[in-house]
């Protein structure tokens, strides 16, 4: 009798192992929507602002653009209207399996076109200009921030090194330094070959354990004789290095059942989002023997 | 200082307050079989309305009026036989007793009546006691019988998750919750990641959990107090016992170093599942494809050994180590993740006289976890550690026979080594390390006097002094304790009781449940302790000599309460203190449970039902406050196991002296969790990817399912000539309920990788899972 328990109970452990993760109907609260803004200032550049609106979680998938507002940024008393512009998206085949590049991903979520506002004066390099930016929607609502721009930082060196294990790769190491008498943030960003392609390294960080001292980021062992290595040091403020970690952390409390529920930390008022700029200092390396 | 000496002042005087018309009977009782010592064993004179029970040491004290007439005495315990002592006492006498397990169950019927007499009558409240015996008979997870799992089984007591063995008392935290070990803090309670706990129940003789009404001599933590005592080590004869169960087997042995004189316990726990993994890595060595699985074990190792020196000596050196070790190799990694206690203690129990007993340790705990990592020639280790030493000293004194008063002082030197991490390259390119040690002391001071005002009034009064000192920092609380009973009749009491508790160190966890890598932080300049008022009443109801029935009503203030900023850094950091938030909280609820704990049907029925609330408005450790950091925008919040409906059902029904069958049926609500509500594309500083970032509004705002599931025993016992055996058979989940663990949404694609819509998912962790373990002992 016992034996025949005992394959009994197991034959239903066996059967029963499966299917432990399952689809459920949930019944969301009402979520109201909010517009939501991204602006990154860079010296040079033109102002390109993206201004969407927030949904509800399971609501579709499509992007919803916030159109006919009134975008001004203000900086030493001059008031730039940003104008609307839209761009097609390039028409890519995704019939076939696995041709998901980031346009394909791209376009389920915005259509065929991009949309943002976009104020053709370029940045300059003025790292005392305060920015002030406001919105208006067709609503009414007014989404207000500022920023500025903080200096660039340079990169001291970059180097490379093969593996111990695997004498054909190489990994590569980017060293700045610091300044101790300023909090700082910096956004590191590691890509194979040039500045389009997918970054293999892009992470935040601040200086609150190296105030002052040298940094020095290396990479995995990817990389072989002939590569190219662009290194990218990003010299953030604050208001940015908060909104990417509260993003970062926001996207990791949907994965985990073990991570703290994150908001979104935004530096303008009257919506979601980030009004910042930034810098940044960019190096080669060629990979050789 | 000043206190030491009130206590030796109090100490000389107590011969000058013995009282002429008393008389004193005291000793140990014990275990005619083992030599073990009886925790709670009842000691009763019915006919002059007097009684006690035995301390956590076995030992009692008994005074009867010096009257010239005969007094029968009786001593008794749940499982033995009782024994009658009728003399007619004329002086002070050490009576020790030895009582023979029994079979009887008229008598265990006895003998459950007086035990619940014992409670009625008690101003104890909010304490649950889990009888080893019924541990081991209730259906386990995988079969490793779980004392704390079974704590989760009473009212007010709830698990966070599925399967964990983490404890949330009366809505306080996990971290809430000390731990003792014959009388050692035990930091980290857990194995494998909080799904067993490291209390080996070979190893186990008594677990006790306050939940409200502390003794003072407790003090240090806010919610509850789990004081697990050790098995001594049988003094008579040696003897072995063990189990083969589907992931672990344990062996313990012990026996007499010198006769009635001095004995030893060693108990070993081990899992097995990584000899196996081991086997296929093997086998797939040359196949490319196969992903390696990691190596995981656990292990226990329990040790004690006691020395009687003499009538009124005793000496207990008791130990624990247990570690979980997790590693994964391939040709480029190889990553070790290991973590573990470590426990001491010294243990002198002197009797100086019938009216007072003597128990002082030197205690030693230790927590660790190790994350190392080489990756070519890069190495990377982050660690962190928490060391205590500690002294402690408490008498009990029964000065007339109406007092039973416990005093004592103890002290306790905290080391911290938090974030401890070391990066570096082995050509030496860089080498970073970071973290920092802190040291603290912690002591406190304590008297409490049990006072028997008359036939129906018991009042339990007294306080605990606790002090902290970090650098420079010095905080202390005045910690009153106070509880009563007052007998209505016979059959029923009414109670109730104030408790203020004062906890000095906290626990770094962002996750809302225990982790190996949480982090234990002193109070410092910036942190401040953490405190509870707990006020508590209720009725117990001695429905005949079968059932109590019991109901509390309780209330809960937390203060100083800490939670963290969203997306802080809490591993490598040297300003960790900067990371917390302060805010408050208070629970509030009731509990009902009916018992039964004689003849063939044992078991109880619990249900709570309980309210846990939260706010932290964004007080920063400077006290400033930044309503940025505000959980909740500042307004109160369920913590993730706050539970309005709690029922548990348990039952052992004992089918012959072969077979005996067990079911435990829990229903809860779910936990309150954060669902996102909203989301919204981000773009990203290049404006050509979208990431939709979900947006979390309200804190545990969202109820999962509910929680309910059926557990299944069953225990077949054999009599060999060698000794005795048995088969336990369980079935976990036995009607294979979904219960979610954790809900989450899923982008869904297509097969080019596209994304097509949003889905919400339901994870459980374990379906139906039958086992068998086969115990033994000879």
Same mark, same amino acid.
């Given at each position: 009798?016992?034996?025949?328990?005992?394959?009994?109970?197991?034959?239903?452990?066996?059967?029963?192992?499966?299917?432990?993760?399952?689809?459920?109907?949930?019944?969301?609260?009402?979520?109201?929507?909010?517009?939501?803004?991204?602006?990154?200032?860079?010296?040079?550049?033109?102002?390109?602002?993206?201004?969407?609106?927030?949904?509800?979680?399971?609501?579709?998938?499509?992007?919803?653009?916030?159109?006919? =507002?009134?975008?001004?940024?203000?900086?030493?008393?001059?008031?730039?209207?940003?104008?609307?512009?839209?761009?097609?998206?390039?028409?890519?085949?995704?019939?076939?399996?696995?041709?998901?590049?980031?346009?394909?991903?791209?376009?389920?979520?915005?259509?065929?076109?991009?949309?943002?506002?976009?104020?053709?004066?370029?940045?300059?390099?003025?790292?005392?200009?305060?920015?002030?930016?406001?919105?208006?929607?067709?609503?009414?609502?007014?989404?207000?921030?500022?920023?500025?721009?903080?200096?660039?930082?340079?990169?001291?060196?970059?180097?490379?090194?093969?593996?111990?294990?695997?004498?054909?790769?190489?990994?590569?190491?980017?060293?700045?330094?610091?300044?101790?008498?300023?909090?700082?943030?910096?956004?590191?960003?590691?890509?194979?070959?040039?500045?389009?392609?997918?970054?293999?390294?892009?992470?935040?960080?601040?200086? /609150?354990?190296?105030?002052?001292?040298?940094?020095?980021?290396?990479?995995?062992?990817?990389?072989?004789?002939?590569?190219?290595?662009?290194?990218?040091?990003?010299?953030?403020?604050?208001?940015?290095?908060?909104?990417?970690?509260?993003?970062?952390?926001?996207?990791?409390?949907?994965?985990?059942?073990?991570?703290?529920? =994150?908001?979104?930390?935004?530096?303008?008022?009257?919506?979601?989002?980030?009004?910042?700029?930034?810098?940044?200092?960019?190096? /080669?390396?060629?990979?050789?023997? | 200082?000043?206190?030491?000496?009130?206590?030796?002042?109090?100490?000389?005087?107590?011969?000058?307050?013995?009282?002429?018309?008393?008389?004193?009977?005291?000793?140990?009782?014990?275990?005619?079989?083992?030599?073990?010592?009886?925790?709670?064993?009842?000691?009763? =004179?019915?006919?002059?309305?007097?009684?006690?029970?035995?301390?956590?040491?076995?030992?009692?004290?008994?005074?009867?009026?010096?009257?010239?007439?005969?007094?029968?005495?009786?001593?008794?315990?749940?499982?033995?036989?009782?024994?009658?002592?009728?003399?007619?006492?004329?002086?002070?006498?050490?009576?020790?007793?030895?009582?023979?397990?029994?079979?009887?169950?008229?008598?265990?019927?006895?003998?459950?009546?007086?035990?619940?007499?014992?409670?009625?009558?008690?101003?104890?409240?909010?304490?649950?006691?889990?009888?080893?015996?019924?541990?081991?008979?209730?259906?386990?997870?995988?079969?490793?019988?779980?004392?704390?799992?079974?704590?989760?089984?009473?009212?007010?007591?709830?698990?966070?998750?599925?399967?964990?063995?983490?404890?949330?008392?009366?809505?306080?935290?996990?971290?809430?919750?000390?731990?003792?070990?014959?009388?050692?803090?035990?930091?980290?309670?857990?194995?494998?990641?909080?799904?067993?706990?490291?209390?080996?129940?070979?190893?186990?003789?008594?677990?006790?959990?306050?939940? =409200?009404?502390?003794?003072?001599?407790?003090?240090?933590?806010?919610?509850?107090?789990?004081?697990?005592?050790?098995?001594?080590?049988?003094?008579?004869?040696?003897?072995?016992?063990?189990?083969?169960?589907?992931?672990?087997?344990?062996?313990?042995?012990?026996?007499?170093?010198?006769?009635?004189?001095?004995?030893?316990?060693?108990?070993?726990?081990?899992?097995?599942?990584?000899?196996?993994?081991?086997?296929?890595?093997?086998?797939?060595?040359?196949?490319?494809?196969?992903?390696?699985?990691?190596?995981?074990?656990?292990?226990?190792?329990?040790?004690?050994?006691?020395?009687?020196?003499?009538?009124?000596?005793?000496?207990?050196?008791?130990?624990?180590?247990?570690?979980?070790?997790?590693?994964?190799?391939?040709?480029?990694?190889?990553?070790?993740?290991?973590?573990?206690?470590?426990?001491?203690?010294?243990?002198?129990?002197?009797?100086?006289?019938?009216?007072?007993?003597?128990?002082?340790?030197?205690?030693?705990?230790?927590?660790?976890?190790?994350?190392?990592?080489?990756?070519?020639?890069?190495?990377?280790?982050?660690?962190?550690?928490?060391?205590?030493?500690?002294?402690?000293?408490?008498?009990?004194?029964?000065?007339?026979?109406?007092?039973?008063?416990?005093?004592?002082?103890?002290?306790?030197?905290?080391?911290?080594?938090?974030?401890?991490?070391?990066?570096?390259?082995?050509?030496?390119?860089?080498?970073?390390?970071?973290?920092?040690?802190?040291?603290?002391?912690?002591?406190?001071?304590?008297?409490?006097?049990?006072?028997?005002?008359?036939?129906?009034?018991?009042?339990?009064?007294?306080?605990?002094?606790?002090?902290?000192?970090?650098?420079?920092?010095?905080?202390?609380?005045?910690?009153?304790?106070?509880?009563?009973?007052?007998?209505?009749?016979?059959?029923?009491?009414?109670?109730?009781?104030?408790?203020?508790?004062?906890?000095?160190?906290?626990?770094?966890?962002?996750?809302?449940?225990?982790?190996?890598?949480?982090?234990?932080?002193?109070?410092?300049?910036?942190?401040?302790?953490?405190?509870?008022?707990?006020?508590?009443?209720?009725?117990?109801?001695?429905?005949?000599?079968?059932?109590?029935?019991?109901?509390?009503?309780?209330?809960?203030?937390?203060?100083?309460?800490?939670?963290?900023?969203?997306?802080?850094?809490?591993?490598?950091?040297?300003?960790?203190?900067?990371?917390?938030?302060?805010?408050?909280?208070?629970?509030?609820?009731?509990?009902?449970?009916?018992?039964?704990?004689?003849?063939?049907?044992?078991?109880?029925?619990?249900?709570?039902?309980?309210?846990?609330?939260?706010?932290?408005?964004?007080?920063?450790?400077?006290?400033?406050?930044?309503?940025?950091?505000?959980?909740?925008?500042?307004?109160?919040?369920?913590?993730?196991?706050?539970?309005?409906?709690?029922?548990?059902?348990?039952?052992?029904?004992?089918?012959?002296?072969?077979?005996?069958?067990?079911?435990?049926?829990?229903?809860?609500?779910?936990?309150?969790?954060?669902?996102?509500?909203?989301?919204?594309?981000?773009?990203?500083?290049?404006?050509?990817?979208?990431?939709?970032?979900?947006?979390?509004?309200?804190?545990?705002?969202?109820?999962?399912?509910?929680?309910?599931?059926?557990?299944?025993?069953?225990?077949?016992?054999?009599?060999?000539?060698?000794?005795?055996?048995?088969?336990?058979?369980?079935?976990?989940?036995?009607?294979?309920?979904?219960?979610?663990?954790?809900?989450?949404?899923?982008?869904?694609?297509?097969?080019?990788?596209?994304?097509?819509?949003?889905?919400?998912?339901?994870?459980?962790?374990?379906?139906?899972?039958?086992?068998?373990?086969?115990?033994?002992?000879?």
């Amino acid at each position: 009798m016992l034996r025949n328990t005992f394959f009994l109970l197991l034959g239903i452990a066996l059967l029963s192992g499966c299917k432990l993760e399952q689809e459920i109907d949930l019944n969301l609260p009402y979520y109201e929507s909010q517009a939501a803004v991204e602006c990154y200032l860079q010296p040079g550049q033109p102002i390109v602002l993206s201004l969407v609106r927030s949904v509800g979680y399971l609501d579709n998938l499509k992007v919803i653009y916030e159109r006919g =507002a009134t975008v001004v940024i203000r900086h030493n008393g001059i008031s730039d209207t940003l104008s609307s512009f839209a761009f097609a998206l390039p028409e890519i085949d995704t019939s076939a399996a696995g041709n998901a590049n980031a346009f394909a991903i791209l376009r389920p979520f915005v259509g065929d076109s991009l949309f943002f506002y976009i104020g053709l004066t370029p940045v300059s390099e003025d790292y005392s200009t305060l920015y002030e930016l406001e919105v208006t929607t067709r609503s009414g609502e007014k989404i207000t921030a500022s920023t500025r721009i903080l200096p660039p930082v340079p990169i001291d060196t970059t180097e490379y090194a093969p593996s111990q294990q695997r004498d054909s790769l190489y990994y590569v190491l980017t060293k700045f330094t610091d300044d101790g008498t300023t909090a700082n943030y910096y956004r590191f960003m590691i890509q194979k070959g040039n500045i389009n392609s997918n970054p293999d390294n892009d992470f935040a960080l601040d200086d /609150q354990n190296l105030n002052g001292q040298q940094f020095i980021l290396g990479t995995n062992f990817d990389y072989k004789v002939g590569d190219t290595v662009v290194s990218t040091v990003y010299h953030i403020n604050e208001d940015y290095y908060r909104f990417r970690s509260s993003v970062d952390a926001s996207i990791q409390a949907n994965a985990s059942p073990f991570a703290q529920p =994150a908001r979104i930390r935004s530096n303008v008022t009257g919506g979601i989002g980030i009004f910042t700029g930034f810098t940044f200092d960019r190096r /080669q390396t060629v990979i050789q023997n | 200082m000043r206190h030491i000496f009130v206590y030796f002042s109090f100490l000389c005087l107590a011969p000058s307050l013995f009282s002429q018309n008393t008389i004193i009977l005291s000793g140990y009782i014990k275990s005619a079989e083992t030599g073990e010592a009886l925790i709670g064993a009842t000691v009763t =004179a019915q006919a002059v309305g007097k009684g006690t029970y035995t301390n956590e040491y076995g030992f009692y004290s008994l005074s009867l009026p010096n009257s010239g007439d005969s007094i029968a005495v009786k001593y008794s315990y749940v499982g033995f036989a009782a024994q009658l002592k009728k003399a007619i006492w004329k002086e002070n006498v050490r009576m020790d007793i030895q009582l023979e397990v029994a079979d009887a169950t008229l008598e265990t019927v006895e003998i459950t009546a007086e035990g619940f007499q014992q409670r009625l009558k008690s101003t104890e409240m909010g304490i649950e006691r889990i009888s080893m015996q019924d541990a081991k008979l209730l259906p386990a997870l995988f079969g490793e019988v779980d004392i704390i799992k079974t704590l989760q089984l009473k009212p007010g007591v709830s698990s966070g998750s599925e399967g964990s063995s983490g404890i949330y008392v009366r809505g306080g935290g996990p971290d809430q919750n000390l731990f003792l070990l014959d009388g050692t803090t035990v930091y980290n309670p857990s194995h494998l990641f909080g799904f067993f706990s490291t209390f080996n129940s070979d190893a186990v003789k008594d677990v006790k959990l306050y939940k =409200a009404g502390f003794p003072a001599q407790y003090g240090g933590f806010l919610s509850s107090v789990v004081d697990v005592r050790m098995n001594e080590g049988n003094s008579n004869k040696f003897h072995v016992k063990g189990g083969l169960g589907l992931i672990a087997s344990r062996l313990t042995f012990e026996g007499p170093i010198a006769k009635n004189k001095a004995s030893f316990l060693i108990s070993g726990r081990r899992t097995y599942v990584d000899v196996f993994t081991r086997l296929i890595n093997e086998a797939n060595a040359d196949n490319k494809a196969f992903n390696p699985i990691p190596d995981y074990y656990f292990s226990d190792l329990n040790g004690k050994v006691n020395w009687t020196i003499s009538d009124k000596d005793q000496i207990f050196l008791s130990g624990y180590t247990g570690r979980d070790r997790f590693t994964f190799r391939n040709q480029d990694i190889r990553f070790n993740f290991d973590w573990g206690n470590t426990t001491g203690s010294l243990r002198w129990n002197h009797i100086f006289n019938s009216r007072l007993f003597l128990n002082s340790s030197l205690g030693f705990t230790k927590y660790d976890y190790t994350i190392k990592n080489k990756f070519d020639i890069f190495e990377f280790e982050l660690g962190s550690s928490i060391r205590d030493y500690a002294l402690k000293t408490e008498f009990s004194y029964l000065p007339s026979a109406n007092h039973y008063i416990r005093f004592g002082a103890s002290a306790i030197y905290h080391k911290f080594g938090v974030g401890r991490v070391n990066v570096g390259s082995s050509d030496s390119t860089f080498n970073f390390s970071a973290g920092n040690d802190y040291f603290a002391t912690e002591m406190g001071v304590f008297a409490g006097d049990e006072w028997t005002v008359n036939d129906k009034i018991k009042v339990n009064g007294g306080f605990r002094w606790s002090g902290f000192v970090q650098e420079n920092t010095f905080y202390n609380n005045f910690e009153p304790r106070l509880a009563a009973n007052i007998t209505l009749s016979k059959s029923v009491s009414l109670k109730a009781s104030y408790a203020r508790m004062a906890q000095y160190l906290h626990l770094v966890s962002s996750s809302g449940t225990t982790l190996p890598t949480d982090v234990w932080y002193p109070s410092t300049k910036l942190v401040r302790p953490q405190k509870s008022d707990q006020l508590s009443t209720g009725v117990t109801w001695l429905l005949n000599k079968n059932w109590l029935f019991s109901t509390e009503v309780y209330y809960k203030w937390l203060h100083n309460q800490i939670d963290f900023k969203d997306g802080a850094n809490l591993f490598v950091n040297d300003n960790l203190d900067k990371e917390f938030v302060f805010g408050s909280g208070y629970t509030y609820g009731s509990e009902f449970y009916l018992e039964k704990q004689s003849g063939r049907l044992t078991g109880w029925i619990g249900y709570t039902l309980s309210w846990s609330w939260r706010r932290f408005i964004g007080q920063q450790a400077d006290g400033t406050i930044d309503p940025l950091l505000a959980i909740n925008d500042g307004a109160l919040f369920h913590p993730r196991n706050d539970r309005r409906h709690d029922v548990t059902v348990v039952g052992i029904y004992q089918m012959s002296k072969r077979l005996s069958l067990s079911a435990s049926w829990q229903y809860r609500t779910g936990n309150a969790v954060s669902l996102a509500v909203g989301r919204v594309p981000v773009f990203g500083p290049e404006l050509v990817f979208v990431q939709p970032v979900p947006i979390f509004l309200d804190r545990n705002s969202y109820r999962m399912p509910a929680y309910h599931k059926l557990d299944l025993g069953f225990v077949i016992r054999f009599f060999p000539k060698w000794g005795a055996s048995d088969l336990t058979i369980s079935a976990y989940n036995a009607y294979n309920r979904r219960n979610p663990y954790f809900l989450y949404f899923e982008t869904v694609t297509n097969d080019s990788g596209v994304p097509t819509n949003f889905k919400a998912k339901q994870v459980a962790l374990f379906p139906i899972i039958p086992s068998v373990t086969y115990n033994f002992s000879f």
